[in-house]
């Protein structure tokens, strides 16, 4: 999609000429105030590359314009337009808001398209920073979830279905949820195998086993809170659901819902109820959510059900039963989504020590 700049301007003849005058070499959106400018930035498909303002605007000025057109689309670079008298207030507004360039009016065509050229090279590099820092994450996330994987299946496995149930209720650009999703179980690893076969099994813990299982929400919590970016998901972490029955997080917001009503969910069908019991236990949490979420776990159970050999095990099929090598060693447990690199991993033990085969699968 082309690089939009939103010019806003309360003289329309001004914002008429300068669009005249650059048609065919940027794609320029124009609003004739500050509240227009709002309600373009707040509807428009992708975010604005570039956002420039005149200062001087009656009701709403340029400074207060992109302070909150700033908050509304903090990626966006900003440039102020002022004339020289108003120049104490735009020198305040360029240090107090960041803004990327100060304009002088009137400013001419060469120092505007140099301007805008400037602004769009500086968006490139903060989007391809932001893309470089995204992948970073996503990869430090797969090689956690890999490491869960081979040291503790039933966590790994808890990550996927909640990875399934996020991705059908979360708006589809929200990040959070799905990081959450992914990085939220990260604190059964510290939990014996031995509790979480009797939580598993819905049987009563003894209070030293039900607190330790308690705990594993907080585990998750002190690792990832030391990622950047990720403070608000290890607040959710902490707060998730660990027993059935729980009541949502205090103060829970849309945002958050999610991966809360998820969690919740995924309490009771650990626990082996029936999954429309576990919905109808669910009363405090969005009504809505809970209905999609029932829907996508009924959805993700009608697979086909195969009998396969280990090689021809492929990425995204459910393992229908516990997975083992010949020698004994738990590989996976029921109910995991195959990942690439633990298909691989599968098919090198398929051609060493052996699997016990064929494997029941989920297509």
């Not at 003849?13 to 309600?39: H, K, N, P």
């Not at 991705?167 to 509790?195: C, F, K, N, T």
């Not at 995204?316 to 691989?344: C, F, K, N, P």
Request: aromatic share 4%; proline share 6%; with cysteine.
């Amino acid at each position: 999609m082309a690089e939009r700049i939103l010019m806003v301007d309360d003289e329309p003849r001004i914002l008429d000429g300068i669009r005249r005058t650059l048609r065919g070499r940027y794609e320029i959106d124009a609003a004739v105030s500050g509240a227009e400018g709002l309600t373009r930035v707040a509807e428009a498909a992708e975010p604005y590359a570039v956002i420039v303002s005149d200062m001087k605007m009656p009701v709403m000025d340029g400074a207060e314009f992109l302070a909150r057109a700033r908050t509304a689309s903090p990626d966006s670079v900003q440039i102020i337009l002022s004339g020289q008298a108003e120049l104490t207030s735009t020198i305040a507004a360029v240090n107090d808001g960041n803004l990327f360039r100060f304009l002088t009016k009137p400013c001419d065509t060469t120092d505007l398209t140099r301007a805008l050229d400037a602004a769009l090279e500086q968006h490139r590099l903060v989007m391809a920073e932001r893309e470089l820092l995204q992948r970073t994450l996503d990869g430090a996330v797969e090689l956690l979830i890999d490491l869960m994987k081979a040291t503790n299946p039933y966590a790994a496995m808890r990550t996927e279905r909640l990875r399934m149930l996020v991705d059908a209720v979360a708006p589809a650009d929200a990040w959070e949820p799905r990081i959450a999703a992914m990085l939220g179980q990260v604190g059964l690893m510290a939990i014996p195998e031995p509790v979480l076969a009797q939580a598993r099994s819905g049987e009563t813990l003894d209070p030293g086993n039900e607190e330790l299982l308690r705990s594993h929400p907080r585990l998750a919590y002190d690792l990832i809170r030391r990622i950047p970016r990720l403070e608000r998901v290890a607040e959710w972490v902490a707060e998730q659901p660990v027993v059935f029955g729980e009541k949502p997080p205090a103060g829970m917001d849309d945002d958050q819902a999610p991966y809360a009503t998820a969690a919740a969910f995924l309490t009771g069908i650990d626990g082996g109820r029936p999954p429309a019991q576990v919905a109808g236990g669910l009363t405090e949490y969005p009504k809505d959510l809970v209905a999609r979420i029932l829907q996508a776990f009924a959805t993700s159970q009608a697979r086909s059900p195969r009998r396969l050999p280990g090689s021809e095990l492929m990425v995204g099929m459910v393992v229908d039963q516990d997975v083992l090598t010949t020698t004994g060693l738990l590989l996976l447990r029921q109910g995991e989504v195959l990942s690439e690199s633990m298909a691989i991993r599968l098919r090198y033990f398929a051609g060493g020590v052996g699997l016990v085969e064929p494997i029941s699968v989920l297509v």
